[in-house]
């Protein structure tokens, strides 16, 4: 297959669409360990905001909670961002809605389906993962000196039964059949991320992050540092984090975890 997110490909896609700051300092790399430590490298030499490292290839991807990310060559959109937003510690979930909602947004236009979040930071199409995002901030005092948010979305892969992700993942290529490019859907994806950025929090971000949010109102299952809980996703707030009600009646506060929505009222997970 050709290689769709040259760094030429990318500046060509770009000419179409309004970025804004997000077009402006592009690093694209055929092969890196991750694109979040590229970054982070760059943001602790000054790097400005909007700067975007991208990548068609990672060696040491990295996932939530300790996790890899795994994604062969010429298949995904592997990259990160870099914010110096004007935000306490706590508000950085902003940034994550609005590289996920941008994201969330331009997989919709490119293949004409429903994308979904699921708490608290997966992309998915019918109930498999589409994408994952990866925060990281540095903070001073009050303040965040940066957070760079790293998205992977698996754009053209295939998992194959045998694969051992086939049952809970997905690609847009496997979601409708068509090869999707790359450099193209990532011009749409800084597009919106331009919108999104400039709108203000409470009526329109958190607004649409929670419409979209598959998990709320389910029966779920959530793995926490502290153990695994059983209950209904009952609320979101506005960092993000999910207010769970147990199955004995007490209620939890979940800044992280791992969720398995329950089907038919059982959690098989
Ligand atoms: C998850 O769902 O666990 C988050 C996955 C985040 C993967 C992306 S790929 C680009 C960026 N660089 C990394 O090393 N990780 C993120």
Redesign the pocket.
Known sequence: MMNDLSAENIQEALRHVDSGMFGAHIHYYPQVG????ILRVMAEQGAPAGTLVV?DE?T??????G?T?T?PPRTSL???VLFRPLLHPAQAHRLVMVVGLAAARACEAAVRLRVDVKWP??LQIERK?LA???PESAIEGDTLTWVIV???INVNTQFEKEHPLSEHATSLAMATGHVVHRATLLALILQQMHQWYGQPYESTLSTEWQQRCVTLGQRIAVSTPQGRLIGTAEALDEHGALWLRADDGSRHYLTIGEATIASQGSISA
């Open positions: 991750s694109t979040n430590d990548a990672q040491s991807g990295r996932g939530r909670m996790r990310w994604a592997l990259m990160s930071n997966d993962k994952g995002i990866l790293g998205i992977g």
